[in-house]
């Protein structure tokens, strides 16, 4: 159980292109999606809180205009990134917790590799 | 916020060797996480920690969890090839868990035959 899928989960486009990551969880609800992002051999940072039916929280420095988040469902969360330039190439990857699970790890999606060139 | 460091950033241990990863925390610990990455891929959850002195294992990885010290420790018996990858911790910043995660940097395991 638990599983959470995102897609795709390789991209490459050209500079200026926007390009849509989508982040489900396949057998459970979630009100809470969380997004991070990983640069080689570094650890994951949080981006943002995205949350079912409301405006998304970010974390400080990162750009909630270069970061569309939209999450419509209770299984789906979306995050584009608008106007993607080289420096916009990053793992991206997203988490969700159960609702109403308590107190529940968040379970992660297998990632999304951004290439810019 | 909240930092977490872990040590040692990476570890070459002979198979069949004993090894353990430490988590400190710059901070109260609010809930402490060991997941294991292959590099590129996604999360895989290991185990959760809540409770200062709380201690769990799956297998042959067991994770400690010290409160008053904000260290956790991640031990794994008699290492097997699957066991190579990134260890990373991560912990909540505010009491709850509903936030996001900090994570440490990762401790890069390789295990040789």
Redesign the interface.
Known sequence: GAV?S?HPSWVICKSGTSVKIECRSLDFQAT?M?W?RQFPK?????MA?SNEGSKATY?QGVEKDKFLINHASLTLSTLTVTSAHPEDSS?Y?C?A?VWGGG?????????T?LSIL | SQELEQSPQSLIVQEGKNLTINCTSSKTLY?L?W?KQKY??????LM?L?KGGEEKSHEKITAKLDEKKQQSSLHITASQPSHAGIY?C?AHNFRG??????????THLIIQP
């Open positions: 959470v995102q809470t969380f991070y570094q650890s994951l940072m949080l809180t974390e793992f990857i988490s917790r107190n529940q790890p968040q379970h992660f999606g297998d990632g590799r | 809930g996480y997941y590129g891929e996604g999360l895989i959850f959760m809540q990373l991560g868990g509903a936030d996001g995660l900090t994570f440490g940097k990762g």
